[in-house]
T-cell receptor, first 113, second 110 residues
Framework: DGGITQSPKYLFRKEGQNVTLSCEQNLNHDAMYWYRQDPGQGLRLIYYSQIVNDFQKGDIAEGYSVSREKKESFPLTVTSAQKNPTAFYLC????????????FGDGTRLSIL | RKEVEQDPGPFNVPEGATVAFNCTYSNSASQSFFWYRQDCRKEPKLLMSVYSSGNEDGRFTAQLNRASQYISLLIRDSKLSDSATYLCVVKPVSSYKLIFGSGTRLLVRP
């Protein structure tokens, strides 16, 4: 089945540690996105990528990094510089075309130990 | 002013009721519009795209008013399973970013 796979589902980070969240899609979509959602809040854009080897900062990029070496993959690293990383992280992708919606993975919940 | 604004609710309605959500957007150059549904602790899922002429999918009807920069979602004959947060989403022209509203929470009671 085509879709977006995020892993792990739950992740715990120790103080000073970098952690990487995986996002893989087999929808052949060019554009991919990372969002953060805090409890009771809306989605906030962290980074997005329109094409392989290119990505742009979203609204809250500080403390995060990404790479886009393959079309299918857009991993997000939460660095130790991100002082409040506890949140629900959502990856999405979108096909080309004016009316194309975004499709989401089922998310990763990150907590601090 | 937020780019996409929604009434946060919650809207608390009995089963069988008709409920309407509104959404306003600030960028007049927006080209694509969507409604998503998000259940508690789950990812958002596409409910329906919104077309200029308005469109219907079963009990759900979406309307777009470009002149007023306003989108609506009407849910008829509400079911308990309709309880969720409904997100209004707008895509500006010449941008790869989609702009998400903060969502309107719906609670359907027996």
């Amino acid at each position: 089945d085509g879709g977006i796979t995020q892993s792990p589902k739950y992740l715990f980070r120790k103080e000073g540690q970098n952690v990487t969240l995986s996002c893989e899609q087999n929808l052949n979509h060019d554009a991919m996105y990372w969002y953060r959602q805090d409890p009771g809040q809306g989605l906030r854009l962290i980074y997005y990528s329109q094409i392989v080897n290119d990505f742009q900062k979203g609204d809250i990029a500080e403390g995060y990094s990404v790479s886009r070496e393959k079309k299918e993959s857009f991993p997000l690293t939460v660095t130790s510089a991100q002082k409040n990383p506890t949140a629900f992280y959502l990856c999405a992708s979108r096909g080309q075309g004016m009316g194309q919606p975004q499709h989401f993975g089922d998310g990763t919940r990150l907590s601090i130990l | 002013r937020k780019e996409v604004e929604q009434d946060p609710g919650p809207f608390n309605v009995p089963e069988g009721a008709t409920v309407a959500f509104n959404c306003t957007y600030s960028n007049s150059a927006s080209q694509s519009f969507f409604w998503y549904r998000q259940d508690c602790r789950k990812e958002p899922k596409l409910l329906m795209s919104v077309y200029s002429s308005g469109n219907e999918d079963g009990r759900f009807t979406a309307q777009l008013n470009r002149a007023s920069q306003y989108i609506s979602l009407l849910i008829r004959d509400s079911k308990l399973s309709d309880s969720a947060t409904y997100l209004c989403v707008v895509k500006p022209v010449s941008s790869y970013k989609l702009i998400f509203g903060s969502g309107t929470r719906l609670l359907v009671r027996p």
